[in-house]
């Protein structure tokens, strides 16, 4: 359809013959208006400036998983991490990392330790060349020990909170993009959240059959050459 054109609803041409004829029935002008306005053509609503992004859960994803891991010292990269993110970026992806960290609302470590461990592990993957576009956080838990952080929020996967946050702050397409986690509620969280692609990588967690079948991939971790397979040879990320 071309862009200036438009159907006028049958109902509103009844009203207006009605008018004409001296028999209106008080239709508000707005509503005649709005029907003869142009309809939008919604491909031109969608920004094409907006691109796609890796979403990566932290423990288990991009480091292994360590419960209520806050010490340098216990942070070991996941084998092949700096390939895979390096790949996407090459890809135009923006890499984000996405993470619950209730251990703050529990009161295991502060949210300063957890500034500490994530400077660090930015810079970790500067020196390899990758930039992070953003570490969203949520330090809540409804059940926590601290007060300030003992908060029902909408942060906290399986919520999508931090997915979309970071969709509306970065210009960046969902539909597009892909989420990679270790647990189920990260699956929860991007599916409602939009996002295209939802990989489950194993870890510690136990993910059970009707779990996994809810991802679109199910790999053995993120630098495992079957998941850059499957992403890049069956041209789910294309090159912009
Ligand atoms: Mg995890
Ligand atoms: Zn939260």
């Known amino acids: ?8 609803p049958r109902a509103i041409i009844e009203r207006l013959k009605e008018e004409k004829q001296g028999q209106s029935r008080d239709l508000p002008l707005f509503l005649i ?22 979403f990566l859960d932290r423990d288990g994803v ?3 998983e360590v419960h209520y891991l806050h010490r340098i010292k216990d942070f070991v990269f996941i084998p ?11 890809a ?10 209730s251990g703050i609302a529990r009161g295991y470590y502060s ?31 409804p059940k926590g020990a601290v007060p ?6 909408s942060c906290r996967k399986p919520k999508p909170g931090m997915i979309v946050g970071a969709c509306a702050r970065h210009g960046i397409d969902p539909a597009a993009s892909i989420m990679v986690g270790d647990k189920f509620s990260d699956i929860q969280a991007g599916r409602s ?3 295209g692609r939802l990989v489950l990588v194993h870890s510690d967690y136990e993910i059970n059959l009707e779990e996994a079948q809810q991802a679109h991939h199910v790999a053995e971790s993120i630098g495992h050459s079957s998941f850059q397979r499957w992403v890049f040879q069956d041209d789910i990320a294309v090159a912009r």
């Open 1 to 8: 359809m071309h862009p200036c054109s438009f159907e006028v």
């Open 193 to 195: 959240a939009g996002i």
């Open 80 to 90: 092949g991490v700096f390939d895979t993110c390096r790949m996407f970026q090459n």
């Open 111 to 141: 949210e300063e330790e957890y500034h500490i461990l994530t400077r660090w592990m930015i810079e970790r993957f500067d020196e390899q060349g990758i930039t992070l576009t953003d570490v969203m956080y949520c330090p809540h838990h």
């Open 92 to 101: 135009g992806f923006a890499l984000i990392v996405v993470t619950n960290q």
């Open 33 to 54: 208006m709005n029907a003869l306005r142009p309809r939008k053509d919604i491909s031109r609503m969608i920004t094409p400036t907006r691109r796609p992004a890796l």
């Open 62 to 64: 991009i480091n292994k």
């Open 148 to 153: 300030q952080y003992r908060v029902q929020c």
